[in-house]
């Protein structure tokens, strides 16, 4: 089973700048998609972002214009481009891998503070 590892978070100003990284321990070129979750303090952990295999991207709308995903099959890497953060965005960030409809694989997170 391929490994996930989220990395790049920390503390910031709001309306500054982050970019994680999610990084595979095998190839990500099979899956179908993936996908970047956030868990805030005290809440359930929800769907971010998504890139599938042909580059199809899906936001959320409360990160819709300034988060970008992208992916680099020949670095099996992940990439998470959060600009104008708002302490909204503060939480756990984790990367998940899709298979056949099913999560074949996720992180353990990286932690994001967006301070005001």
């Known amino acids: 089973q391929v490994q996930l590892q989220e990395s790049g978070g920390g503390l910031v100003q709001a309306g500054k700048s982050l970019r994680l990284s999610c990084v595979a321990s095998?190839?990500?070129?099979?899956?179908?998609?993936m996908e970047w979750h956030r868990q805030a303090p005290g809440m359930r952990r929800e769907l971010v972002t998504r890139?599938?295999?042909?580059?199809?991207?899906y936001y959320d709308d409360s990160v819709k214009g300034r988060f970008t995903i992208a992916r680099d099959n020949a670095k099996n890497t992940v990439y998470l481009q959060m600009n104008s953060l708002k302490p909204d965005d503060t939480g756990d960030y984790y990367c998940?891998?899709?298979?056949?409809?099913?999560?074949?694989?996720w992180g353990r997170g990286t932690q994001v503070t967006v301070s005001s």
């Open positions: 095998g190839s990500i070129s099979g899956f179908d998609a």
């Open positions: 890139i599938t295999s042909s580059g199809i991207t």
């Open positions: 998940y891998a899709l298979r056949n409809g099913r999560y074949d694989s």
